[in-house]
């Protein structure tokens, strides 16, 4: 048997030494964390993914006081510069959250998924996959009203997101809203036909 060590082996080897070269980088722990996912080693990415929310999280309330500190003392680039990275290190953590949603969900914890997933749009309001999780797990607990309210803000914040448009047609069901319903019906199919459904299509088939 050859004693070389296999790709992602060599993948997750790479990830490690860049962690044990710097334990406050939250970088290699995100990265590691996708490609367990990519492996099926849930367990391990959700380790990983939680490190990089905490590491990630800490380092932007630091910059973020930097920022302040500087501003304080009339040095602004210095303090653009702080509040920038500052930004960063959130986004980060909103991908690490969301992605922690993703396994937490696989490992059959919607609870805890649904904590990440709020989190996540927290630190990025904008994160339009983390509100469409929310709208499923509304759905899943039989809330459509919330469901209907967390699909509307993932299509704020992504008109382009299908499944959301889908979605909400399926949801809108009141005869003063049919409009609504078809548009985001026509939207969801024309961003993704393979959404297509003959029971939709009969209900907002145009004349």
């Known amino acids: 048997m ?3 060590l296999s790709t992602p082996d060599i993948v997750r080897a790479h990830f490690k030494k860049a962690i044990e070269l ?3 980088f939250a970088d290699p722990h995100y990265h590691l964390a996708l490609h367990l996912m990519e492996q099926d080693r849930l367990t391990e990415a959700r380790e990983h993914f939680s ?3 905490e590491i990630a999280s800490r380092c932007a309330g630091s910059l973020q006081r930097k920022g302040s500190k500087y501003t304080a003392e009339n040095q602004f680039e210095v303090a653009k510069r702080h ?3 500052s930004h960063e290190q959130r986004l ?3 991908r690490a959250c969301y992605q922690l949603g993703l396994v937490l969900l696989e490992l059959g914890q919607p609870q805890a ?4 997933f709020t989190s996540a749009v927290e630190f990025d309001p904008a994160l339009t996959g983390a509100f469409y999780q929310l709208g499923r797990l509304a ?3 039989g809330d459509q009203q919330t469901a209907r309210t967390f699909f509307e803000q993932a299509v704020a914040a992504d008109v382009r997101h299908a499944p959301a448009h889908l979605e909400l047609a399926k949801l809108i069901d009141s005869e003063e809203e049919n409009e609504l319903a ?3 019906y026509w939207m969801a199919v024309n961003l993704e036909p393979t959404l297509s459904s003959k029971v939709l299509d009969n209900k907002f088939r145009e004349e």
């Open 2 to 4: 050859s004693s070389e």
């Open 22 to 24: 710097d334990p406050d």
């Open 51 to 53: 490190k990089a929310v």
């Open 83 to 85: 509040f920038l990275k």
């Open 92 to 94: 980060l953590s909103a």
């Open 113 to 116: 998924a649904a904590k990440q």
């Open 139 to 141: 759905l899943g607990r």
């Open 182 to 184: 078809k548009d985001h």
